[in-house]
């Protein structure tokens, strides 16, 4: 298996509008090779195609960084797999899609070129060789995540992809943001895409990434590696509905501020008690300095509180369980070990209740918890035994023997007993 950077053209559409609805590719054979379901359905999992992914005017011949004067929309949203789409055109069920923003500057080149052009995905992916669908050739086993991803707006139309839907015209969207009073994107709306921004910048293996806040010039957020972490500032610029970091992070730290509660200070001022020490205002209580930190990190503390909170829900949890089936083994084993005890002296024809609860209350367990039916066994034949040499077993109790005699309880047959119910098997048995 190899991996190498594949394209799959599609058709385009129609795209008149600022917002549509791009069908990335569908299953079957492309140019570059077989799509599976599968596949397309794990691509949507694994964010191949993530909202903020660029559309160029042709592909990039030089390694996938594009150009800003070929930049003509990107992804609103992340591709999603719906695999109970039919294509009218073939037939053919399932697709990768996702809606999109044309930005102003080529809608109306798009528009004009509606006709005679197609859209295209360029994406990292691993291929082998070998059939599907009765023809042999490269098969896409897998599409990676990778920043230079796109789908880009090309001349040759191919494996399922188009601009399926016209969602909104920008006339109708300027129409309505006016009617409601809305002359720009909303606070949450530029915090999702400068969140989608910095994870692009810098999430990869083993490193995570997160907004803590943003002004109207630089974006504040914070990194975790293996190593440590840290907090950085950038510049960002919004294009559409893709934010974008300036790309000179500078490392930066919260600041602690101190201010007195009320107006305590102007009163220490005019105060004319000298005997009052200073900074205390005679017959008040001295002012108390507040800590004052900015709303990012406040913002931090919290979501850290929060994890630490969930992690001793969690660890409060396990003890409980744990105790609960400690209890519930013990319980077990007393019955079980109590039950041992009393069918082996019973099979020895004792009759001795405080001997059977000594017996059945310090019984030996393994080192899994469970009752040791062996050791068990060994100590009550020692008991059985001391009892029938207590009651005259073994002593000369008059001539011969009879069959009684012979056929009278031993503490082995006990022994026997124990292990016989435990279901113990002697090796080499």
Do not use: C
């Not at 209350?361 to 040499?389: F, H, M, W």
């Amino acid at each position: 298996m190899s991996t190498v950077q594949v394209t799959e053209a599609s058709k385009a559409g129609a795209p008149t509008g600022a917002r549509t609805e791009i069908t990335l590719v569908t299953p079957g054979w492309g140019s570059s090779g077989y799509y599976s379901p599968e596949v397309l359905e794990q691509a949507a999992a694994d964010l191949v195609f993530p909202a903020g992914t660029q559309m160029h005017i042709d592909h990039d011949k030089g390694g996938g960084v594009g150009s800003v004067s070929t930049l003509a929309a990107a992804l609103e949203v992340d591709a999603r797999w719906e695999p109970d789409w039919v294509d009218p055109d073939t037939g053919v069920k399932g697709r990768l899609v996702a809606e999109n923003k044309v930005f102003s500057h080529k809608r109306e080149m798009l528009k004009e070129l509606k006709d005679v052009i197609g859209t295209s995905i360029a994406a990292a992916a691993e291929i082998s060789m070998g059939e599907a669908e009765g023809r042999q050739g490269a098969i896409i086993e897998r599409l990676l995540p990778a920043k230079t991803n796109r789908v880009d707006y090309v001349t040759v139309a191919g494996r399922g992809g188009r601009i399926s839907e016209v969602l909104e015209s920008g006339q109708g969207i300027v129409d309505r943001a006016v009617e409601a009073g809305v002359t720009e994107a909303t606070a949450g709306e530029t915090r999702d895409w400068l969140r989608a921004a910095v994870r692009a910048a810098h999430e990869g293996s083993g490193t995570y990434a997160w907004l803590i806040d943003y002004d109207d010039t630089s974006a504040y957020y914070e990194v975790e590696t293996p190593t440590g972490t840290a907090i950085y500032q950038d510049t960002y610029t919004v294009e559409g509905v893709v934010a974008a970091l300036g790309g000179t992070p500078v490392e930066v730290r919260p600041v602690t501020t101190y201010q007195p509660v009320g107006n305590s200070t102007a009163e220490a001022a005019t105060t004319s008690s000298p005997s009052a020490p200073a900074g205390v205002i005679e017959g008040k209580e001295p002012p108390v300095a507040t800590i004052q930190i900015e709303e990012s990190v406040h913002a931090d503390l919290v979501e850290k509180s929060s994890r630490a909170t969930a992690l001793e829900a969690d660890v409060t949890a396990a003890n409980t369980r744990a105790t609960t089936a400690e209890a519930a083994l013990k319980e077990s084993n007393d019955s079980a070990a109590a039950a041992l005890v009393n069918a082996a002296l019973e099979a020895a024809g004792i009759t001795a209740p405080k001997t059977a609860a000594r017996l059945a209350e310090g019984y030996p367990v393994k080192e899994n918890g469970a009752v040791d039916a062996v050791a068990l066994a060994e100590s009550v034949a020692e008991s059985i035994a001391e009892l029938q040499a207590a009651s005259g077993a073994g002593s000369v109790r008059g001539v011969g023997h009879t069959a009684e005699d012979a056929a009278a309880p031993t503490a082995q047959s006990a022994r026997e007993e124990i292990l016989k119910l435990s279901g113990y098997t002697p090796k080499g048995a």
